[in-house]
């Protein structure tokens, strides 16, 4: 028994030292080794130095047997019997041509960080595999969690009722974008983003804190301090946002305003040889297609104005989440002050600006105190008068608003 305690002792002492360098094959090799050096009653004590089931250490001790005079590194495992190397490794070029085909398939939620992809795993293997890449729809679906990407898994967050020329917008969006940024143009993806109650709180989300944060019981809007309305402008190619925090309703006036402030601060200047500029939006709310007090303020004080020519793509209806801006901008801002009460509307502004990415997102945010009419009406005279040309492609959702020649 003083023979087995004396030798349980080295044992645990050279486990110590030698497993952490050891994967769970050597560990086993190494048991079974130190098994047949002791003799009777070893497998049991290694067993209980290393944690290794003793029937393991017994198989592996009787191959040994088997094999004690085979020729040294005879027997290690070569990279073939190891298995199959992953395709990422065998075909290093696979996740950029998957991560290319998914840039414009991608959507986000704006309050996290889930995103979601259009196509099956089964229609990005098959197309991957016409480029040339030899890949199953298991492996594609690996790919894709190891990208952050997810199913969508419940009915409220997809995308309804699918319209019959939704495809084709994407694909003319697609188009488009790509064309203007090829050309070194200016491409803007706009939204407003959810409303919020200014005040002390429950706000969504947790925070690390010693404490939490004590908050009003009640959540009434009527007894905010006001409605904050974000409305966003997220530059596609500089990966820059700009937010205007209005205190008024969304409508097209505040809009464009926001879009007129970009203009003046940053596009002008980013983009001072061009005249013409791309807006992704969806189609409702302010920026809504079917707006004519939209069209009108975007005509008078942004084309008029600085005489440029904007292009128009709206997102098919219940599409908005595939906009840019949902998943470049808005999820980093929920994300940057989950948890905290927006108590004024100072905190909520420090909490935009704040915003950033590990890719470089820089966010600049102000504040607009105007209040803005609503029920605006525009004739059809008026709207007859417009420099607005439609797209062959769903008229509806793509047009063009050039700069009047004499105003």
């Known amino acids: 028994m003083a023979f087995v305690m004396t030798n349980g002792t080295n044992i645990l002492n050279r486990w110590q030292l030698l497993s952490p360098y050891l994967d769970r094959r050597q560990q086993i090799c190494w048991a079974a080794a130190e098994t047949l050096v002791i003799g009777q009653g070893g497998c049991q004590l290694l067993a209980a130095v290393t944690g290794i089931a003793a029937s393991k250490i017994s198989a592996r001790a009787r191959k040994m ?3 004690k005079c085979a020729q040294a ?3 290690i495992r070569t990279a073939h019997h190891a298995g199959r190397k992953l395709i990422e490794v065998s075909d290093p070029e696979i996740e950029p041509a998957l991560q290319v085909l998914l840039s414009e398939e991608t959507a986000g939620d704006p309050m996290n960080l889930q995103r979601w992809v259009r196509s099956s795993t089964r229609n990005l293997s098959k197309r991957l595999i016409e480029q040339g890449h030899q890949v199953g729809y298991r492996t594609v679906a690996r790919l894709l969690r190891k990208m952050g990407y997810s199913l969508r898994a419940t009915k409220r967050r997809q995308a309804g009722a699918e319209h019959p020329d939704r495809d084709k917008q994407f694909q003319h969006i697609s188009a488009l974008k790509a064309q203007f940024l090829g050309q070194g143009l200016p491409v803007i993806s ?3 983003k959810k409303k919020e109650l200014i005040g002390n709180y429950r706000p969504e989300g947790k925070t690390w804190r010693r404490e939490p944060i004590e908050v009003e019981d009640s959540f009434f ?4 301090k006001c409605i904050a309305v974000p409305f966003g402008v997220y530059d596609v ?3 820059a946002g700009h937010v205007t925090v209005g205190i008024s309703g969304n409508t097209a006036e505040f809009a464009v305003n926001c879009l007129v402030n970009w203009w003046r601060q940053h596009g002008h200047s980013d983009y001072a040889s061009v005249d013409r500029l791309l807006i992704l939006a969806d189609g409702g709310g302010g920026n809504g297609y079917n707006l004519r007090t939209w069209k009108m303020d975007l005509q008078e004080k942004l084309c008029d104005a600085f005489g440029i020519t904007v292009t128009l793509c709206h997102y098919p209806p219940a599409c908005s989440k595939w906009n840019p801006i949902e998943y470049k901008l808005f999820s980093q801002i929920s994300l940057n002050w989950a948890g905290q009460p927006l108590v004024n509307l100072d905190v909520m502004l420090g909490f935009i600006r704040g915003t950033t990415t590990n890719a470089g997102l820089k966010v600049e945010a102000y504040l607009d105190d105007k209040i803005y009419r609503k029920g605006r009406s525009v004739t059809e005279e008026k709207m007859r008068g417009l420099a607005l040309s439609e797209d ?4 509806r959702w793509n047009y063009t608003l050039a700069p009047r ?3």
């Open 65 to 67: 047997r088997l094999t």
């Open 73 to 75: 590194g005879s027997l």
């Open 190 to 192: 706009i939204d407003t």
């Open 221 to 224: 809007a009527s007894y905010a």
């Open 237 to 239: 190619a500089k990966n």
């Open 392 to 395: 062959d492609v769903c008229p």
């Open 405 to 407: 020649l004499n105003r």
